[in-house]
């Protein structure tokens, strides 16, 4: 069986080279080829040695994903289904703006957590996807948008929030990782490469002394009992021992503050005593708080808040002096706006029968 070398970080690939008696170097050509050209025919590798090359063809690979289908939504946001074996497939989407070009990357293909009001989560989960699958999505997207490796980035920010938590997958995940930073592979900032957890704190402190980049936390409510509610992951890890994670992780993250995700829920966590719970939560936190309409999928059971209840919200969160923003909805149109991602999962959750009564 040969090896997929797309995922490998460098380490991991001077090992292999080295155990089919090659240079270490070696390794630092191929990831460039790889990553930064985008090439995945060994053929094509010129400045490496026909002998070399032949040793490739015959034991290794660079696979990636086969499309399934894309989706242009009418902002300008790319969605892609791609295919991954067996018989399944993850969503990834590009997001353009002014100053930059975001991709959001699954990690898993569905997702465990099951929140409440995440399409993903209803879904159930799958399987994690290896490092290969991470990177392919990347890798995949710089060849369906245009890039030249010898122009302007067109992928200027990775965030880890499609479909999946990312620190259930973290081995993968860190590796990964390691490649989106590595010189030799994507060459990204720590600050300009985002990771979007819910809380899974033993990873989360690993995570932040193995590869600390920009964290975003998927909050959604501002006390236990609500939070358990929409984010089970909460019965585990309550808010106190999650804020406490978050200051320590602050310690060796390259931005100095974290993203709280608060997803507004019509009369769920939207009201003035949710504002003023969030406000002595985070209050010891250096945070900024990133407020997201909620995108509405069928059979959510959850409605948007209005847009004076957002900017009611907001407003308090700003008076107490909280940096707050607002998520711009980006590709809804196309199923590609927060909490949206689905793909083609077998829903394994069952929760659309317990939320129904039957056993």
């Known amino acids: 069986m040969r090896t997929n070398l797309l995922g490998l970080n460098r380490p991991a690939l001077t090992q292999w080279l080295e155990e089919q008696g090659q240079k270490p170097f070696r390794a630092r050509q191929l990831m460039q080829w790889m990553h930064q050209r985008g ?59 002014e100053d930059r070009g975001t991709l959001c990357v699954s990690t898993q293909i569905g997702c465990a957590l099951a929140c409440s009001f995440c399409a993903t989560g209803r879904q159930g989960f799958n399987r ?60 990204l900032s720590r600050r300009r490469v985002t990771l979007s957890t819910s809380g899974v704190l033993p990873a989360l402190e690993r995570l932040r002394e193995r590869a600390p980049v920009a964290l975003a936390v998927s909050l959604h409510a501002p006390n236990d009992s609500l939070r358990n509610a929409l984010v089970p992951l909460n019965q585990k890890y309550p808010l ?9 992780y602050l310690e060796y993250a390259p931005r100095d503050f974290i993203t709280f995700e608060y997803v507004l829920l019509d009369g769920v966590n939207d009201q003035a005593v949710h504002a003023q719970e969030l406000i002595e939560l985070v209050r010891t936190v250096p945070c900024k708080i990133n407020l997201i309409p909620f995108n509405p999928f ?23 002096g909280l940096v707050t923003t607002l998520r711009k909805t980006r590709g809804d149109d196309i199923d590609a706006a927060c909490g949206q991602l689905a793909g083609q999962v077998v829903d394994r959750s069952r929760r659309h029968l317990r939320m129904a009564g039957a056993p």
């Open 39 to 97: 090439e995945s025919d060994f053929s094509r590798m010129t400045d490496l040695a026909k002998p070399f090359r032949s040793l490739l063809e015959a034991q290794a690979e660079v696979e990636v994903p086969r499309l399934l289908s894309e989706q242009c939504s009418a902002d300008g946001t790319r969605k892609w289904l791609l295919a991954l074996a067996p018989g399944n497939a993850i969503e990834t989407v590009f997001i353009p703006e």
């Open 128 to 187: 994690n996807l290896t490092t290969a699958e991470i990177i392919a999505q990347v890798w995949w997207a710089n060849q369906a948008l245009g890039h030249d490796p010898q122009g302007e980035r067109i992928i200027s920010n990775v965030v880890l929030m499609g479909m999946g938590e990312p620190l259930l997958n973290y081995d993968a995940v860190v590796q990964a990782l390691d490649i989106l930073l590595d010189d030799f592979g994507y060459g």
């Open 240 to 248: 106190q021992a999650l804020m406490a994670a978050c200051l320590r």
């Open 298 to 320: 069928p059979d959510s059971g959850y409605r948007r808040s209005s847009s004076q209840t957002i900017q009611a919200f907001r407003q308090r969160l700003q008076q107490a």
